[in-house]
């Protein structure tokens, strides 16, 4: 059916029996799902059962490339993966860039499906059609930088390299996997791939990603490079951290637990001062022109030969969310985070949390070994990290998650700032109230892209009223479609519109490469996606009164800055929320009806 983009085949890997398997990927199943995000829900969906426990040998790892992902065109780099998420208890997406996803189609892969678990530590070494399981007993116990290290005598560079860190082995709930330095980063992955007992997957491809027409897709590559390199141009100047002077500005910027959103400390964290005291050199994913991470280096003090290259939501996390001012600490807390496999978010909002629970005496300086956790410390907020990562005192009960101590602590609920169980991102929806939708709708808990990055729409162009009720349910549901199709491409977000795949899809890069004519269907194939997964979340018990806010954002008005007096109120919430239901075909209580179920061509999946 397809002429290129895909190889149509992926690896099943049984750890226990190590059995390796190469399977045919159905073709219309990558015509209803395209690859990727989707393609890995549509497996999600039939092959992990509703009750199946996280760290279970039960659960299984499934990653999926995008028809893009590898090809000769700008920032190709993207895998997708799912699985059930040990710091949600739930379905869980994520993707990331880096090498690996270019070089596993390279090797002739669309995918890899990981199951049960290995008698023995363990890594994968794939290059090409040979196939590995090895003893990684040396690598147990190892940060993901000195993996990198080890395994580069087997593949050329750590961007092919995915890992897991001491955080993963010791059971932390938002542990990730890293590549390189770039991030499966929300809802534990790394948990789960060392609950199977392997470390780390390395792969080594010396093939080509088939192009249908190879002329004119180089065309509408070279056409996308020159489009992305104009309109990108502060991406690549200083990354997402682009947007961190003017959140605050807006009154958004989520400060000491969202207890207001304005940080006074803005000016020693925006992109600006990074730039003039930090920052070394850019840095891109797979053939990506835009370059945006912003690699950086401590050059004196107490975090001096720190390097790292944080963007917006790290700095906003482990920055204004603990109101640390100090770039130097953000620059190591990061570093920390990618060498010991730890999400910057979660593990940034948990020791938010954490600082406010102290502040309030609830947490005491016993619990905390005498470490003073409070908001503005840099040095506890770079220790917490540490001993999260190895279930050190406190770390040890911060290492289960929100949901975890929203059971414990019943009585501060309100102020545990997550959804699903999933810790929100450096926006504060009282100053603009689609972002409530993102957070509360999103497929795998709060995150800000997945469910659906507003802050264009509703901030930045000023094309819907920030405030108004009426109509936010639509916007959302247009751009979690359309990122729910980006997200199965194979391809970054940053370069999307060089392409032509926005809200109103055009271009034929799509058709060029896989000989199909994909456009057309675009925006379904988004909805289908989205609607997918939300059949999984009302399989696993998801409704909506797990859609609510947490109760600081329903309940305190936010006390200062151009947003000053606004609170996402339950009126006003449910009033948005039964408009995007509405508009999503859902019925009142989030359940996709037959009748739209119909319209997607999955109505046989209900």
């Given at each position: ?329 953000i620059v190591r807390g990061n570093e920390l985070c990618d060498e010991l496999g730890i999400d910057t978010m979660s593990v940034g909002a948990i020791i938010a949390l954490a600082m406010e629970l102290y502040e309030k005496g609830e947490i005491t300086p016993e619990e905390t070994g005498g470490l003073k956790l409070e908001f503005g410390n840099d040095e506890a907020m770079v220790k917490m990290i540490e001993k999260i990562a190895y279930r050190e005192g406190l770390g040890d009960k911060l290492a289960e998650g929100m949901l975890q101590l929203a059971e414990e602590m019943p009585e501060h609920e309100d102020i545990m700032m997550h959804v699903k169980g999933l810790p929100l991102a450096a926006y504060d929806p009282r100053a603009f109230y689609g972002n409530a939708l993102t957070y509360g709708t999103s497929s795998r808990g709060a995150c800000h892209n997945v469910g659906g990055w507003s802050i264009r729409a509703e901030l930045l162009k000023e094309e819907h009223d920030r405030f108004a009720v009426a109509g ?135």
């Amino acid at each position: 059916m397809f002429e290129g983009g895909y190889l149509g085949q992926y690896l099943r890997i049984n750890l226990k029996d190590k059995d390796i398997e190469v399977e045919e990927v159905a073709p219309e199943w990558q015509q209803k799902y395209l690859g990727g995000r989707g393609l890995a829900a549509r497996f999600y969906y039939e092959e992990i059962e509703s009750d199946t426990e996280p760290l279970s040998r039960e659960n299984k790892l499934i990653f999926f490339t995008g028809p893009l992902t590898g090809a000769p065109g700008p920032a190709t780099t993207k895998i997708g993966a799912a699985t059930k998420s040990p710091e949600t208890r739930q379905y869980l997406c994520t993707n990331s860039g880096g090498e690996f996803g270019p070089h596993l189609k390279k090797a002739g892969y669309d995918g890899i499906i990981l199951e049960d678990k290995a008698d023995k530590p363990s890594y994968i070494l794939i290059k090409d059609d040979q196939i590995e399981i090895r003893d990684a007993e040396e690598l147990w116990g190892k940060t993901t930088f000195e993996v990198n290290e080890i395994l580069q005598e087997e593949v050329q560079q750590p961007e092919q390299i995915l890992s897991c860190g001491p955080a993963a082995e010791n059971g932390v709930v938002c542990s990730c996997l890293q590549i390189g330095d770039r991030s499966l980063g929300r809802g534990g992955t790394g948990a789960v791939l060392a609950s199977k007992n392997v470390k780390a997957i390395a792969v080594e491809g010396s093939g080509e990603v088939p192009v249908s027409e190879p002329d004119k897709f180089k065309q509408a590559a070279r056409e996308a490079i020159s489009y992305v390199r104009d309109s990108k141009e502060n991406h690549t100047r200083y990354g997402t951290a682009q947007y961190t002077g003017p959140m605050n500005e807006f009154g958004a910027y989520p400060t000491r637990n969202f207890q207001t959103g304005v940080f006074e400390g803005v000016d020693t964290i925006r992109a600006e001062h990074m730039k003039e005291n930090y920052f070394k050199k850019n840095k891109a994913c797979h053939r990506c022109p835009v370059a945006c991470a912003q690699y950086c280096e401590v050059q004196e003090g107490k975090y001096q030969g720190a390097k790292s290259d944080p963007e917006y939501e790290t700095i906003g996390t482990l920055g204004g969310m603990c109101g640390v001012d100090n770039f130097a600490a953000i620059v190591r807390g990061n570093e920390l985070c990618d060498e010991l496999g730890i999400d910057t978010m979660s593990v940034g909002a948990i020791i938010a949390l954490a600082m406010e629970l102290y502040e309030k005496g609830e947490i005491t300086p016993e619990e905390t070994g005498g470490l003073k956790l409070e908001f503005g410390n840099d040095e506890a907020m770079v220790k917490m990290i540490e001993k999260i990562a190895y279930r050190e005192g406190l770390g040890d009960k911060l290492a289960e998650g929100m949901l975890q101590l929203a059971e414990e602590m019943p009585e501060h609920e309100d102020i545990m700032m997550h959804v699903k169980g999933l810790p929100l991102a450096a926006y504060d929806p009282r100053a603009f109230y689609g972002n409530a939708l993102t957070y509360g709708t999103s497929s795998r808990g709060a995150c800000h892209n997945v469910g659906g990055w507003s802050i264009r729409a509703e901030l930045l162009k000023e094309e819907h009223d920030r405030f108004a009720v009426a109509g936010k349910g639509q916007l959302l549901k247009s751009i979690q479609d359309t990122r729910g199709y980006i997200d199965s491409l194979g391809i970054c977000t940053v370069v999307r519109s060089g392409y032509g795949f926005t809200a109103e899809p055009e271009g034929r890069a799509l058709e060029y490469l896989t000989g199909y004519n994909f456009t057309p269907e675009l925006m379904e194939i988004g909805e289908r996606v989205y609607t997918l997964e939300r059949l999984i979340l009302n399989r696993e018990g998801r409704y909506r009164e797990d859609d609510m806010l947490p109760g600081r954002l329903r309940k305190e008005k936010l006390p200062e800055g151009q947003a000053e007096g606004h609170v996402i109120s339950d009126d006003i919430y449910n009033q948005m929320l039964d408009e995007y239901f509405s508009a999503r075909g859902w019925d009142d209580e989030g359940r996709p009806t037959r009748e739209r179920l119909k319209e997607l061509d999955i109505a046989h999946l209900q």
